[in-house]
């Protein structure tokens, strides 16, 4: 049976002599995989890059794992040559593809972050994703009271404890800015309505707090940060001269 869907590409490798295997996140929530033949051919035309919204033309076989493209055609390219929101938008694919959730609601999420996202909301934007991945996987930062205790009286975030704490449970290596924990509680009330309309700054603290979080409680390493800290560091570098 053919079927055409809208999706994004995640991840794009090689695949035997002049194929790829991509890795795509459909407009339905499926995560998939297609076999583009001859891709890397020379007058290859079906050819798939990263960050790129297609229409898909497959057959759809439900007892296969991998499903062979037949064509596709371009919506839109979300390549950047702005290297931090590139580095941004690249690690959000790879969070998509390693928490392997199958959510419709998640793919809009993805792709109205990815039309929106800009050097003044980035932060805000690439937090608000990692947290609805966080949601959707069961392991949300817990900011509801203290993680220890439930008092609602919170004066702290615990990075190895996952939560806020109180007064009481208060240890010297838990972030006790105030700001901090009003961000975080923040982003995890908003959705896609509202969303661009906080007013706080989310900065590359935050981010970090979030990829932290990410890799000590879902086990899940995001390897895109190399790229990201790298672009940091030559930008910090260059406003210093």
């Not at 805000?124 to 949300?140: E, Y």
């Not at 203290?146 to 609602?152: A, L, Q, R």
């Not at 704490?165 to 896609?192: A, G, P």
């Amino acid at each position: 049976m053919k079927d055409k869907i809208n999706g994004l590409a995640l991840s794009i490798n090689p695949y035997r002599e002049n194929d790829q295997l991509a890795k795509v996140f459909l407009q339905d929530g499926r995560l998939v995989s297609f076999v583009v033949k001859g891709a890397n051919k020379v007058n290859g035309k079906n050819k798939l890059n990263e960050l790129s919204s297609y229409l898909f033309f497959f057959d759809d076989n439900s007892l296969k794992d991998i499903f062979t493209l037949q064509r596709r055609q371009l919506n839109k390219s979300y390549y950047e040559y702005n290297m931090r929101l590139l580095s941004l938008k690249l690690l959000l694919l790879e969070a998509i593809n390693k928490f392997k959730i199958e959510d419709k609601e998640l793919y809009n999420n993805l792709i109205f972050v990815l039309d929106n996202l800009k050097d003044d909301n980035a932060y805000k934007l690439v937090c608000f994703l990692l947290n609805d991945l966080l949601k959707r996987n069961g392991n949300q930062i817990y900011t509801s009271s203290c993680v220890e205790c439930n008092n609602t009286v919170v004066v702290a975030y615990s990075q190895n404890r996952g939560g806020f704490v109180c007064e009481k449970h208060y240890k010297n290596e838990d972030i006790s800015d105030l700001s901090i924990l009003k961000k975080i509680r923040h982003i995890q009330l908003v959705d896609q309505t509202n969303v661009l309309q906080l007013n706080e700054e989310y900065d590359e603290e935050i981010l970090l707090l979030f990829l932290a979080f990410i890799k000590e409680h879902c086990d899940i390493t995001l390897s895109a940060y190399s790229f990201y800290a790298n672009v940091s560091n030559s930008d910090r570098r260059a406003s210093v001269k």
